[in-house]
């Protein structure tokens, strides 16, 4: 079995400051790991994924996520938030090979606020 | 042009009605998905197929079925509806799944509301 935690429901943090959103998972084997956010009112947009290699993954509008083995842990991160930033993060983990399923998080709410 | 579109975008029903959500996408993908998120919006697969092959199939109702009449669509048809089936439905595609690797795309999703 394969799971995600997010382990806050809301994060809110004021503009030009450091965002981190929270992220562990438990899977068997290698994970893939990944990033999705959703906007109001829209479907989920892909930022970033952690296959292999270098454990810190730069993705989509400036966001950043650094993978921890030892703490099963993806935590997302940009260095200065944007207003533009409020939304809905979900992390996301599947099994390492050609497994088919995505599973997710139960997403963190992050505000921005000017 | 839109990469993965779903119809209709809103549906508003009564309990026991059957109602179908249409996917389609453009990226040549071969494996698309159902995704439902209820109101605490909490993600959850229901089927994915690869190539017209359903290959996930998770606990959901047998009321729920779907069809995927070629690898562009995917359609999902309920039967019956229940209250607890208001949800967002999101369909999804990715390419050809050599790899876990791959990143899902997710169409805008379809509101369903039964009365």
């Known amino acids: 079995a394969q799971s995600v935690a997010q382990p806050e429901d809301q994060v809110n943090v004021a503009e030009g400051n450091p965002l981190t959103v929270k992220c562990t998972y438990s899977?068997?084997?290698?994970?893939?790991l990944f990033w999705y956010v959703q906007y109001p009112n829209r479907g989920l947009q892909f930022l970033l994924k952690?296959?292999?290699?270098?454990?810190l993954v730069k993705g989509s509008y400036g966001f950043e996520a650094e993978f921890n083995k030892s703490q099963t842990s993806f935590h997302l991160k940009k260095p200065s938030a944007l207003v533009s930033d409020s939304a809905l993060y979900f992390c996301?983990?599947?099994?390492?090979?050609?497994?088919?399923?995505?599973?997710f998080g139960a997403g963190t709410t992050v505000t921005v606020r000017a | 042009d839109t990469a993965v579109s779903q119809t209709p975008k809103y549906l508003v029903t009564q309990m026991g009605n059957d109602k179908s959500i249409k996917c389609e996408q453009n990226?040549?993908?071969?494996?698309m998905y159902w995704y439902k998120q209820d109101s605490k919006k909490f993600l959850k697969i229901m089927f994915s197929?690869?190539?017209?092959?359903?290959?996930i199939n998770e606990t959901v109702p047998n009321r729920f079925s779907p069809k995927s009449p070629d690898k562009a669509h995917l359609n999902l048809h309920i039967n019956s509806l229940e209250l607890g089936d208001s949800a967002v439905y999101f369909c999804?595609?990715?390419?050809?799944?050599?790899?876990?690797?791959?990143?899902?795309?997710f169409g805008a999703g379809s509101r369903l509301t039964v009365l």
């Open positions: 999804a595609s990715s390419p050809a799944q050599v790899s876990g690797a791959n990143v899902l795309t």
């Open positions: 899977v068997s084997g290698n994970p893939y």
């Open positions: 952690y296959i292999t290699g270098d454990n």
């Open positions: 996301a983990v599947r099994r390492g090979g050609n497994d088919y399923k995505l599973s």
């Open positions: 990226l040549g993908h071969d494996t």
């Open positions: 197929y690869n190539n017209k092959e359903l290959i």
